[in-house]
């Protein structure tokens, strides 16, 4: 760590959600957190932040997509019962809604887990 660093530095810290929407490094604010919608990057490509080293509880990522997915697929299916949409409605829909919303839950969980690693590292 370099001792120049100060903790003044992170006032200057995006908020999570444009942080999760940029894909924004913990460390330099870079764009570089996420290589895929949903994948995170191994480092960061502008600081060289170790960001897979900071990945811990990756297993949960699964629960979220999992209970996120349920969420959205009874909400489809209260809709469908109350709307009565045709089947092409729905499916033009829910489709786009299911993949942005699964993508945009992931990122947003994977960004707050990593800047809440990065924290915690930087505390030892
Ligand atoms: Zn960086």
């Known amino acids: 760590m370099l001792p120049g660093e ?3 530095e992170s006032k200057g810290q995006p908020g999570l959600v444009s942080a999760a929407l940029s894909g ?5 604010g ?10 995170l990057a191994d480092e960061c490509g502008n600081c060289g932040l170790a960001i897979v080293s900071l990945v ?7 629960v ?3 209970l996120l ?8 299916l209260c809709v469908d019962e109350w ?3 045709p089947l092409w409605a729905s499916l033009l829909f829910w489709g786009p809604v299911t993949v942005g919303g699964v993508i945009f839950a992931l990122r947003f969980y994977k960004t707050m887990w990593i800047y809440h690693q990065y924290e915690e590292s930087q505390q030892q």
């Open 6 to 8: 100060s903790p003044t």
């Open 24 to 28: 924004l490094c913990p460390r330099c």
């Open 30 to 39: 870079a764009k570089t957190l996420f290589e895929a919608p949903a994948q």
């Open 56 to 62: 811990r509880g990756g297993r949960f990522v699964g």
């Open 64 to 66: 979220v997509t999992m």
């Open 69 to 76: 997915a349920l969420a959205l697929i009874l909400a489809a």
């Open 83 to 85: 709307l009565r949409p």
